[in-house]
C-alpha cells in the first residue's frame, strides 16, 4: 500500500513542492506577509481534510491545524471566513478513502521538519517568538512512524490501494489548489 502511495504521487510532490511558498522559506527570503499566507493556507488545507479524515478515523490524533489556528491567532488573521470557500470541495468517503488522505497529511510532517530548521534562519521573520506549526518537533516524525506502522500491519486488496491512492493524488491536488488561493492581508 505505502509504495503505492509513494510512487503514484511522486510527481505531485515534486509540484507542490516547487511551487510551494514554503520554498521561501528554504532560500530565507521570505516576508512576514508571505508567511502569513503560507500559514493561512496550510490551515484551510489541514483542517477541512482533517475533519473528513475524523469522520472515519476516530482514533486519527493530528492536531496540525489547531497549531495553525494558533499561529494564525497571534498574528491576528482571520481564517474561519475563508474556511466556508473551500469545506465542499472535500469528501472522503469511507476508511480507505480517509486512509489516503491521511498518508498525505503524516506524510508531510517531513518537509515540515526541514521548512521548521530553515525558519531559524528567516530573518523577516525574527518578530515571531513561537512557531507552533513548524516547530519541528520530533513528534511529527513519530506520528508518520506509527501511520506507516499501522498500514504495513495489514494487508490491503488491490481495489482499496487503487481507492486510497486516488484518495491521496486528490489530496496533494486539493492542498494544490488551496496554494493558488491568494487574498491579500490589510494589515
Ligand atoms: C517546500 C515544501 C516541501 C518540502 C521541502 C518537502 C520535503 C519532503 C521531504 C524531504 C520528504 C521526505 C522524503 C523521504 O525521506 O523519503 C517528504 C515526504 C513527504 N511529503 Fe513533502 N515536502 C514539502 C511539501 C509537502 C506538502 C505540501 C505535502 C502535502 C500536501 C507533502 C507531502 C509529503 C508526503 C506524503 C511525504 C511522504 C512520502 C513517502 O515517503 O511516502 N510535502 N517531503
Not at 6 to 33: P, Y
Request: charged share 30%; hydrophobic share 40%; with cysteine.
Amino acid at each position: 500500500m505505502l509504495q503505492t502511495l509513494r510512487e503514484q504521487t511522486a510527481t505531485l510532490h515534486k509540484e507542490i513542492e516547487k511551487d510551494n511558498t514554503a520554498g521561501l522559506i528554504m532560500d530565507h527570503s521570505i516576508t512576514l506577509e508571505e508567511y502569513k499566507l503560507l500559514l493561512l493556507q496550510n490551515y484551510l488545507a489541514y483542517k477541512i481534510v482533517e475533519d473528513e479524515i475524523k469522520q472515519f478515523e476516530s482514533e486519527f490524533s493530528t492536531d496540525k491545524s489547531e497549531r495553525l489556528a494558533e499561529d494564525l491567532t497571534a498574528l491576528n488573521i482571520d481564517f474561519s471566513s475563508p474556511l466556508v470557500q473551500f469545506e465542499s470541495q472535500f469528501h472522503c468517503k469511507d476508511k480507505i478513502e480517509a486512509l489516503g488522505a491521511a498518508y498525505v497529511l503524516e506524510g508531510s510532517a517531513m518537509g515540515g521538519m526541514l521548512i521548521a530548521k530553515e525558519l531559524q534562519n528567516c530573518t523577516k521573520l525574527a518578530s515571531i517568538s513561537k512557531h507552533h506549526f513548524f516547530n519541528g518537533d520530533r513528534k511529527n516524525v513519530q506520528g508518520w512512524k506509527e501511520f506507516m506502522k499501522r498500514v504495513n500491519a495489514r494487508e490491503f486488496s488491490e481495489e482499496e490501494i487503487q481507492k486510497a491512492t486516488l484518495k491521496a493524488q486528490e489530496t496533494f491536488s486539493f492542498f494544490g489548489k488551496i496554494f493558488e488561493y491568494q487574498p491579500q492581508f490589510s494589515a
